[in-house]
T-cell receptor, first 116, second 112 residues
Framework: DAGVIQSPRHEVTEMGQEVTLRCKPI?????LFWYRQTMMRGLELLIY????????DSGMPEDRFSAKMPNASFSTLKIQPSEPRDSAVYFC??????????????FGPGTRLLVL | KQEVTQIPAALSVPEGENLVLNCSFT??????LQWFRQDPGKGLTSLLL?????REQTSGRLNASLDKSSGRSTLYIAASQPGDSATYLC???????????FGGGTRVLVKP
């Protein structure tokens, strides 16, 4: 199993540009999570999906952030327009989804985003 | 709002010593607690998951205990090795909010 795959691994962009982060969950997993990690705030849940449906997006910081899951094997997190304070490591994780409260989440390697 | 705290923030021990990592949480109404390991520049790897009805979980040299009523968990790593050097994070899923809330982590250095 390849695990959770994220792309790109590193992204450097200029303020105001659109950024799209991609995630492929583990095959057969029904729940997908997007997290952001910064030195100041640690790891924060942004949004999670179950069976491709967004269940909780209360962690999404503002309207500049949007996430989609068009099918069971692909999700995107988009930032438009990007700002320097969006610089962070963004993680995608997936879990089997039979009971999202009681399952281990498997994390991808993360995308390190730097907005200049 | 659930808050998770890990003390100390950093820990350095000589190889062979046992490691004791602490985690506390403010809302005892949790579904489970998980311990993760994070290596520099890498993602998180799940180490142990303790359900709210359990008191402890063991895997190899790792043992995690959970005292839900006092809002505490402890991760023990026996006979530490340099390869155990990493950041260890605990996280809980609360009944309210249904989210994984992370502590700030403990950065561990095991010196050969």
């Amino acid at each position: 199993d390849a695990g959770v795959i994220q792309s790109p691994r590193h992204e450097v962009t200029e303020m105001g540009q659109e950024v799209t982060l991609r995630c492929k969950p583990i095959s057969g997993h029904n729940s997908l999570f997007w997290y952001r990690q910064t030195m100041m705030r640690g790891l924060e849940l942004l949004i999670y999906f179950n069976n491709n449906v967004p269940i909780d997006d209360s962690g999404m910081p503002e309207d500049r952030f949007s996430a989609k899951m068009p099918n069971a094997s692909f999700s995107t997190l988009k930032i438009q327009p990007s700002e320097p304070r969006d610089s962070a490591v963004y993680f995608c994780a997936s879990s089997p989804g039979t009971s999202e409260y009681q399952e281990t989440q498997y994390f991808g390697p993360g995308t390190r985003l730097l907005v200049l | 709002k659930q808050e998770v705290t890990q003390i100390p923030a950093a820990l350095s021990v000589p190889e062979g010593e046992n490691l004791v990592l602490n985690c506390s949480f403010t809302d005892s109404a949790i579904y489970n607690l998980q311990w993760f390991r994070q290596d520099p520049g890498k993602g998180l790897t799940s180490l142990l998951l303790i359900q709210s009805s359990q008191r402890e979980q063991t895997s190899g040299r790792l043992n995690a205990s959970l005292d839900k009523s006092s809002g505490r968990s402890t991760l023990y790593i026996a006979a530490s090795q340099p390869g155990d050097s990493a950041t260890y994070l605990c996280a809980v899923i609360s009944a309210a909010g249904n989210k994984l809330t992370f502590g700030g982590g403990t950065r561990v250095l095991v010196k050969p």
